[in-house]
C-alpha cells in the first residue's frame, strides 16, 4: 500500500533552472511532511519539512508547498546547482505515529 | 542539525555468520531509533522501530528472529543480522528522531553475504 507517491522517477534540468519535484499522498491523517536528499552509498540528509497548518516553507533555494485538498506537495529548487544531483525523498508521518512512510524517490540530474 | 553516527560503513561476511550494526547520535538523546533497508534504486523499507529501554517494534514482513534490535541506551541501537544469507545482502540504514520530529540518518551500512 503505497501512502505515499513520486509518480517521476527522473527528473533532468539545466543548471540555474528551477527544479519542480512533486509528492502526492493518500493518508488524510498525514500532518507532516520531509524532503531528504539522498547520494549513492549514503544515508538521506534532511532538506525541508513542512507541517499540515502551513502551506509553503522557503529554506534559502529550497521551497516546499503543501496542497492538502489535493494532497499533493512539492518541492522547488531555484536555481538548480550540480551538487543538487541526487535522488530526493519525499516522506510523511501522521501524529503520534513517529514513523515516516517514503516515497519512492526522484533522481534529479543537474546539467551543465 | 542532529549527527547521526552508524558502523560499520561496510561489512562482507560468510553466509550463517552474525553481523552488529550500530547506531548512535552523537548530540542528542534518541529514545526512539528507526532501522530501514533499502534495495537498489528502490525506497526506503522501514524494518522497525527501536525503542530505548523496551522491545523493538517490527514491521509487517520482517522476522523480528532474524533482525535482533537493542535499544539499550537512549543513545545507541543495535541491529543484529543473525545467521545471514546472500538474500539479506542490502543496505541498512538508521534514524533517531531529533528535535522537531526530524528524523537524522546514519550513513548507511553496506551489508554483503558471501
Known amino acids: 500500500d503505497q501512502q505515499v507517491k513520486q509518480n517521476s522517477p527522473s527528473l533532468s534540468v539545466q543548471e540555474g533552472r528551477i527544479s519542480i519535484l512533486n509528492c502526492d499522498y493518500t493518508?488524510?491523517?498525514?500532518?507532516?511532511f520531509l524532503w531528504y536528499k539522498k547520494y549513492p552509498a549514503e544515508g538521506p540528509t534532511f532538506l525541508i519539512s513542512?507541517?499540515?497548518?502551513?502551506d509553503k516553507n522557503e529554506d534559502g533555494r529550497f521551497t516546499v508547498f503543501l496542497n492538502k485538498s489535493a494532497k499533493h506537495l512539492s518541492l522547488h529548487i531555484v536555481p538548480s546547482q550540480p551538487g543538487d544531483s541526487a535522488v530526493y525523498f519525499c516522506?510523511?508521518?501522521?501524529?503520534?505515529?513517529?514513523?515516516?512512510?517514503f516515497g519512492a524517490g526522484t533522481q534529479v540530474v543537474v546539467t551543465p | 542539525g542532529a549527527v547521526v553516527s552508524q558502523h560499520p560503513s561496510r561489512v562482507i561476511c560468510k553466509s550463517g555468520t552474525s553481523v552488529k550494526i550500530e547506531c548512535r547520535s552523537l548530540?542528542?538523546?534518541?529514545?526512539?531509533m528507526f532501522w530501514y533497508r533499502q534495495f537498489p534504486k528502490q525506497s526506503l523499507m522501514l524494518m522497525a522501530t527501536?525503542?530505548?529501554?523496551?522491545?523493538?517494534?517490527?514491521e509487517q514482513g520482517v522476522e523480528k528472529d532474524k533482525f535482533l534490535i537493542n535499544h539499550a541506551s537512549l543513545t545507541l541501537s543495535t541491529l543484529t543480522v543473525t545467521s545471514a544469507h546472500p538474500e539479506d545482502s542490502s543496505f541498512y540504514i538508521c534514524?533517531?528522531?531529533?528535535?522537531?520530529?526530524?528524523?537524522?540518518f546514519g550513513a548507511g551500512t553496506r551489508l554483503s553475504v558471501l
Open positions: 534514524s533517531a528522531t531529533g528535535d522537531k520530529n526530524i528524523q537524522y
Open positions: 493518508n488524510s491523517m498525514f500532518d507532516y
Open positions: 513542512i507541517s499540515s497548518i502551513k
Open positions: 516522506a510523511a508521518s501522521a501524529p503520534g505515529w513517529g514513523k515516516l512512510q
Open positions: 548530540d542528542f538523546q534518541a529514545t526512539t
Open positions: 527501536s525503542n530505548e529501554g523496551s522491545k523493538a517494534t517490527y
